[in-house]
C-alpha cells in the first residue's frame, strides 16, 4: 500500500521560510512525476510544482516561479519543498502526489493517483 506522509507545515511570518518534506513508502516507482498541489479555504486545489524523477525536469505555477523549489532525495524516497519569502497568499494545505505513469503536462491534476494528507501552511502578515 503507497503512502505519501507531508510534514514541515506550520506558520510563519511573510517573508518567511518553511520546508515540506513528503516521505513515500509502500512501493518503488520508477520514471514517475511528484508534485505538490494546495488548496486554500473555498478554492480548488491548484498546481504549485512538480519534478520528473527521469530527467530531473522541474515544473513551477508563476505564483511560486522563483520562490518555491522542489527537490528530492530518491535514496530516501522524500520529495521536498523549500518554500522562501512566503507571502500571505500562499496560505494552504499543501498536498504532495505522485503519478505512476507518463503525463505529459504535469500540472494535470487529474494524472495524479497517489495523495499525502495534507500539511497545513499558514502565513501571517
Known amino acids: 500500500q503507497v503512502q505519501l506522509v507531508e510534514s514541515g507545515g506550520g506558520l510563519v511570518q511573510a517573508g518567511g521560510s518553511l520546508r515540506l518534506s513528503c516521505a513515500v513508502s509502500?512501493?518503488?516507482?520508477?520514471?514517475?512525476?511528484m508534485g505538490w498541489f494546495r488548496q486554500a479555504p473555498g478554492k480548488e486545489r491548484e498546481f504549485v510544482t512538480a519534478i520528473r524523477l527521469s530527467g530531473g525536469s522541474t515544473y513551477y505555477a508563476d505564483s511560486v516561479e522563483g520562490r518555491f523549489t522542489i527537490s528530492r532525495d530518491n535514496a530516501k524516497n522524500t520529495l521536498y519543498l523549500q518554500m522562501n519569502s512566503l507571502k500571505p497568499e500562499d496560505t494552504a494545505v499543501y498536498y504532495c502526489?505522485?503519478?505512476?505513469?507518463?503525463?505529459?503536462?504535469?500540472?494535470?491534476?487529474?494524472?495524479?493517483?497517489?495523495w499525502g494528507q495534507g500539511t497545513q501552511v499558514t502565513v501571517s502578515s
Open positions: 509502500g512501493r518503488t516507482f520508477s520514471g514517475y512525476t
Open positions: 502526489a505522485v503519478a505512476p505513469a507518463y503525463i505529459p503536462v504535469a500540472s494535470t491534476i487529474g494524472g495524479y493517483r497517489y
